[in-house]
């Protein structure tokens, strides 16, 4: 098949069934299509599609018409051209379904194209109905919002209405929301992004929009301005967690208002935000991001799409265990480990198992789990070995440490792939931990040169367990 029906394929599977009836359906009507040959190429395609069988337009050409009919190449290829359409205007319908406001919006579009007195009125009257309910989370609701009053304005012709107060506020405030919240998402989104890729970006306005809300709150009113400013401000003002406490309130007193992914979307910042300031060896946001996140398991609010997220399910389980909540940790792994993806189930297990034995210490068991850890990528592989490091340095295993040390500076060196950040995080632990197992004992000058050369270290693998033992020694 040429390229457009290579299109016309990927498009077909990617419909359920539920769709390929409905597009079924739509192909028969005569409104939209009615021609049967079309209906005819629909079925023999699907059909082939289902049993695995060629694709070849002249065998699917001859299911479809009498072997008297020989093959053309020009109507062959405008069926696909055709059925394309169909299926990109079943899409499009589908769509409608689910965006109200827009399906409103096209329908006054419509009305004031034929302008039918009686219905142009009963707009007026009906007014909250069409144009849907405020205070929603759904950001897209007031760009619609804001649509509908522009063609409220139009319909209801103020134009020539001067003696009467029309809805500009509406179609101003409406804007003004939509605009702020979009400039705030995607500033939050450009600071989480330069964390990882370190790209420079400039988005205007952003401090004069901050300093604007700073100081008139009316906007703040609205819950959808007043959640994006608190997530912005959580993640620009990390030394004043007032923005973080204002951001919980919000995030669990409205949960029950927030519909479909809002609620998990607008609870990962809260999370990340605890977890930046726990890696800050801030130990109080220990018990706030156990908070969050059992509020969050409670009310099944931490699944994306169905799954756990296996990095989120690791983090969760440090942090309890470094909270100290043992049995929650045990009982986690136990409960919900279904619930993470089938192919990293069994390493994500057995690895989370061997931490929760590595702080109970129970090094045996830790080091059972860790051995049946399948290194599939970078990550666990530099994991567990940042574990095994702790085990033989607990366990007074020297001369594997030792060995340990020069395994793990050689996997970095091999792998250039890992981020830099990674890189200096772990030799910078193997820095530590070395100087730490060579120094002697009563030398109060080195030990605290080594903590001052901690702290001054930005990136630092398993730094509260160091901190530890630099500590205890």
């Not at 390929?20 to 395609?45: H, M, P, T």
Request: proline residues 3%.
């Amino acid at each position: 098949m040429n390229e457009k029906s290579n299109k016309l394929i990927s498009l077909l599977v990617s419909l359920g069934r539920p769709q390929r009836r409905g597009c079924r359906k739509l192909i028969q009507s005569v409104y939209f299509s009615g021609n049967e040959d079309l209906l005819a190429f629909f079925d023999e395609i699907t059909r082939r599609l289902d049993k695995g069988k060629s694709l070849d337009k002249r065998q699917v050409w001859a299911s479809i018409f009498s072997p008297s009919k020989p093959f053309n190449d020009v109507r062959f290829r405008k069926f696909t051209s055709d059925l394309f359409k169909q299926i990109q205007e079943f899409l499009t319908q589908e769509m409608l379904l689910e965006e109200p406001e827009l399906k409103n919006y096209l329908y006054l579009s419509a009305l004031e194209k034929q302008s039918p007195d009686k219905l142009i009125k009963g707009v007026e009257r009906n007014w909250e109905e069409i144009a849907g309910q405020e205070g929603s989370y759904e950001h897209s609701a007031y760009l619609y919002r804001h649509l509908l009053e522009e063609r409220k304005y139009s319909l209801l012709n103020y134009e020539h209405r001067p003696y009467e107060r029309a809805n500009v506020e509406a179609i101003s405030n409406n804007l003004d929301v939509y605009y702020i919240v979009m400039k705030l998402r995607h500033a939050a989104n450009i600071h989480s992004r330069i964390q990882t890729d370190q790209s420079a970006y400039d988005l205007q306005l952003i401090p004069d929009i901050v300093r604007f809300l700073d100081t008139n709150g009316t906007y703040l009113d609205h819950p959808v301005v007043a959640i994006h400013y608190y997530m912005y401000k959580m993640l620009t003002e990390s030394e004043d967690h007032d923005a973080y406490y204002h951001y919980k309130d919000i995030i669990i007193r409205d949960t029950d208002s927030m519909v479909g992914d809002q609620a998990y979307e607008f609870f990962q910042p809260a999370l990340n935000y605890c977890r930046r300031r726990i890696n800050e060896s801030n130990r109080d946001f220990l018990a706030e991001y156990l908070e969050i996140y059992r509020y969050a398991l409670e009310h099944n609010l931490v699944y994306d799409d169905g799954k756990l997220d296996p990095l989120q399910f690791r983090n969760t389980i440090l942090i309890a265990l470094r909270h100290g909540d043992y049995t929650w940790a045990e009982h986690y792994i136990e409960n919900y480990q279904d619930r993470l993806p089938e192919k990293q189930r069994s390493n994500a297990v057995n690895y989370n198992s061997a931490t929760l034995y590595f702080y109970q210490e129970n090094y045996d068991k830790a080091l059972n789990f860790l051995r049946d850890v399948e290194y599939e990528n970078t990550t666990y592989n530099l994991n567990s070995k940042t574990m095994l490091l702790a085990i033989y340095y607990e366990t007074g295993a020297d001369t594997a440490l030792d060995s340990l040390f020069d395994s793990v500076t050689a996997y970095l060196n091999r792998h250039k792939e890992i981020p830099d950040i990674n890189q200096r995080a772990y030799r910078n632990l193997v820095t530590f931990t070395r100087r730490l197992t060579r120094m002697l004992p009563g030398d109060k000058k080195a030990l605290e040169q080594l903590k001052t050369d901690l702290a001054e270290k930005k990136y630092v693998a398993s730094r509260p367990w160091l901190e530890e033992k630099i500590d205890a020694f």
